[in-house]
């Protein structure tokens, strides 16, 4: 399935090589004479960006420094019309629709096939985006039902608060001395915790707050 358009260039942000050598393979398949770069880290990435007009930037979520979603705003301020997928192992039920907020073109799990793959690079020149089923699913239902793209805005502030303290490690009785509440009660804030966040366990907690939660001012 080549392609007659042979002047792309390609930029793939991931910290890991077999990543990156993986996809080049794909997309010299759909673009033979496309060039493509490759970037391990956020500074590699913006000096690539600052020296090289990108057609389309592939990029991972996590890296060494940091989530990626905090540079999006930098890579589209210094080339606005740069298309980006993001490819990553995350679950997109989680990830997908802040990504796409936060200026992504595009969202595909690295657990796909190479098909959906090749199918998700062509998409992104034809239509200028791409996403999963699932995904146009979630927001059709995000935008009819005036959900949060932000799963956290499901805690009230009590759960937020309860949520902080198991986060920095505090157990049930301690944070029943803090909060002065009965420990059964920290039990069921949990189970309604993880309930709304449709997680089963503190590492998923962890995670969600590190990616969502911001300080309110």
Not at 32 to 60: C, G, P, R, V, Y
Not at 62 to 84: A, C, H, R, W, Y
């Amino acid at each position: 399935m080549k392609t007659t358009n042979n002047h792309l260039t390609f930029l793939i942000a991931d910290d890991h090589s077999v990543v990156r050598q993986g996809i080049s393979l794909i997309v010299k398949e759909l673009y033979s004479n496309a060039k493509i770069k490759q970037a391990a880290n956020f500074k590699e990435t913006f000096s690539i960006l600052k020296e090289t007009k990108i057609d389309l930037m592939i990029l991972d979520i996590n890296f060494p420094e940091g989530n990626s979603i905090t540079i999006i705003t930098d890579i589209l301020i210094i080339q606005p019309n740069v298309k980006i997928l993001v490819f990553t192992a995350y679950d997109e039920n989680f990830y997908a629709l802040r990504y796409l907020d936060a200026g992504a073109s595009g969202f595909l799990n690295k657990g796909c096939e190479e098909e959906e793959i090749k199918r998700a690079i062509t998409s992104m020149f034809s239509s200028g985006k791409y996403v999963t089923k699932n995904i146009k699913e979630k927001i059709l239902d995000s935008y009819m039902s005036k959900k949060p793209i932000n799963p956290l805005e499901k805690l009230s502030a009590r759960e937020v608060e309860v949520a902080k303290l198991f986060i920095k490690g505090y157990g049930n009785l301690e944070i029943s001395e803090l909060l002065q509440i009965k420990k059964t009660t920290v039990s069921t804030f949990k189970i309604r915790i993880f309930e709304k966040l449709e997680i089963q366990n503190l590492p998923a907690l962890i995670e969600l707050f590190n990616f969502y939660y911001e300080e309110k001012k």
